[in-house]
């Protein structure tokens, strides 16, 4: 059973920084491309980025520059360190296994004031 587990959204004032966190379980994490989606409210769900199982990565236009997805094998975690937030990044983020197969996480909100 798979299971994707987020952590470390929150709270913060524009200009701050959050790091996302995402502990897979139930698949072969390093074999398994993973991104972070999010969704705001009114809004479609839309890629923020995404890693493949060799470490290649893209980004939204909207967060190039300011977020960064990474992975760490051994610890069958994903994660986004996202700087720079702005109040357009409010949203609820999704980590979400790309393949092989698909699933989602519960969600993380994160709130960016201004």
């Known amino acids: 059973q798979v299971q994707l587990v987020e952590s470390g959204g929150g709270l913060v004032q524009a200009g701050g920084s959050l790091r996302l966190s995402c502990a897979a379980s139930g698949i072969t994490f390093i074999t398994s491309a993973m991104g972070w989606y999010r969704q705001a409210p009114g809004k479609q769900r839309e890629l923020v980025a995404a890693?493949?199982?060799?470490?290649?990565?893209k980004y939204a236009d909207s967060v190039k520059g300011r977020f960064a997805i990474s992975r760490d094998n051994a610890k069958n975690t994903v994660y986004l360190q996202m700087n720079g937030l702005k109040p357009d990044d409010t949203a609820v983020y999704y980590c979400h296994l790309d393949s092989p197969g698909s699933s989602w996480g519960q969600g993380t909100q994160v709130t960016v004031s201004s």
């Open positions: 890693i493949t199982r060799g470490g290649s990565t």
